[in-house]
C-alpha cells in the first residue's frame, strides 16, 4: 500500500501535488518526476491505474463543502467558481451558507467572536 502522507513530501509527492493543483487542466504528463509518479502508482495500485485509465477528470466549479472549525464545529457551505476575466486560469471560489441553517448561526457566532477579539486587542493596545 502506497503511504500517502511519505509520498508527500518526496520529488514525486511535489509532482502529485502539482498534478492536483492544476486543476485538471492539461499538462504534460511525460514530463519527470511526473511520468515517473504515475508510472510507479500504476506498477503499486490497482485503483490507481484502474482511475487513471478512466481519465475522469473535472474541474468542481459548484458543489458542497463540509469544513470543521475548532470553535463552532461542522460548517456545511455551498460554493461557487468564478472565473475572473481579467485574469484567465484563476478562479474565484465564494462559499456560502443556506439561510436560517445550523451553518448560518455557527457563521453569525464566529464573526461575533472575532468582533469581540477585535475590540478586546483595541482596549489592550489603549491602554
Not at 461557487?80 to 451558507?97: C, I, N, Q, R, W
Amino acid at each position: 500500500m502506497i503511504q500517502w502522507r511519505q509520498l508527500v513530501k518526496t520529488e514525486s509527492g511535489a509532482a502529485l501535488n502539482r498534478l492536483i493543483e492544476s486543476g485538471g487542466r492539461r499538462i504534460r504528463i511525460e514530463a519527470e518526476p511526473l511520468g515517473s509518479l504515475i508510472g510507479e502508482l500504476s506498477t503499486r495500485s490497482d485503483d490507481f491505474r484502474t482511475r487513471w485509465g478512466a481519465h475522469n477528470v473535472r474541474l468542481h466549479r459548484t458543489g458542497l463543502k463540509t469544513l470543521h472549525h475548532s470553535a463552532v464545529g461542522q460548517l456545511d457551505l455551498t460554493f461557487d467558481g468564478l472565473e475572473l476575466a481579467a485574469d484567465p486560469g484563476l478562479t474565484l471560489y465564494v462559499m456560502t451558507a443556506d439561510p436560517n441553517s445550523t451553518t448560518a448561526e455557527r457563521l453569525k457566532l464566529l464573526g461575533s467572536w472575532a468582533a469581540t477579539q477585535r475590540e478586546q486587542a483595541a482596549e489592550t493596545t489603549a491602554e
